[in-house]
């Protein structure tokens, strides 16, 4: 497999990202410096044999992360992304060197009827859903509540929550006892960010709606959990923040450095694991050591 993590996350300090920008959001991980460190090294142990796999924003970032892993574990993996084809193949390339089934599914999330055909064209190509990771979000910097626009307000929304109201609803009829539901919340939904406004009002509801499914769903024995990062160096970065932004990022925290994608794709494993069985409603911190937020 080619190796993909340029470098050690434990290198990567505050002020030592070179300065860039991206001008499109969600962003491509292929045109960062340095590359983001995916988990090419992980030792798999069969503790998703057999199982199936859909993961929004499964292109890049934590969500490439997550589909590594899930696929060094034996799952196959759906990803879904919006037009990064470039990054997608790669991660495609990465599950299948894992001897598992990888389906591209580009598109907007924003709308049901595509939510809705993600579900069914996933089943339809594994024949099962077992695992659905809500992961794929975007943000804007704006320091000033007048600055958010309706429209921008309505266009996080539905990226970052109403998509997984609408994958969450497909799935479950799919879903049988065992199978488990993973969002991506943030440290945001927490504490808040005056400069995501929104961003941060989207993973508040994010992490109430995990909280509130789960309950809904025990009968069933479907599990649904959260995974709440701090500052990640993903694409999502220099596409959101302005150079000096980027060159600044991850300041704070007891380890006071950006995270990396290859530091938090295992708390997805564990929650989409029989070993998790007993865990459902809760919400997974990885944020460099910043608990004064969770």
Sequence with gaps: MREV??????DMQVGSTPRQRQDKQPGIESEMQPKPAQPTDYKGTGKLTGKASLITGGDSGIGRAVA?????????????YLDEHGDAEETQKMVEA????????????KEESHCQDLVEKTVAEFGKLNILVNNAAIQY????????????????FRVNFFSQFYL????????????????????????????????????????????SIAQSLADKGIRANSVAPGPVWTPLIPSSFDEAGVENFGQGGLINRPGQPSEHAWPYVMLAADESSYMTGQAIHINGGDYTSS
């Excluded at 590594?68 to 879904?80: F, P, R, T, W």
Aim: hydrophobic residues 40%.
């Design 141 to 156: 910097v704006r320091d000033d509540v007048l600055d958010i626009s309706s429209e921008q307000f309505e266009d996080v």
């Design 68 to 80: 590594i892993l899930y696929a060094k574990e034996g799952a196959d993996v759906a990803i879904s």
């Design 98 to 109: 894992e001897g598992r089934k990888c389906l591209l599914l580009p598109g907007d999330i």
């Design 5 to 10: 993590c340029s470098i050690d996350p434990r």
């Design 168 to 211: 969450t609803k497909a799935a479950v009829r799919h879903m049988q006892a065992g199978d488990s539901i993973i969002a991506t919340s943030s440290i945001n939904a927490y504490r808040g960010n005056p400069i995501f406004m929104d961003y941060s009002a989207t993973k508040g509801a994010v992490t109430s709606f995990i909280r």
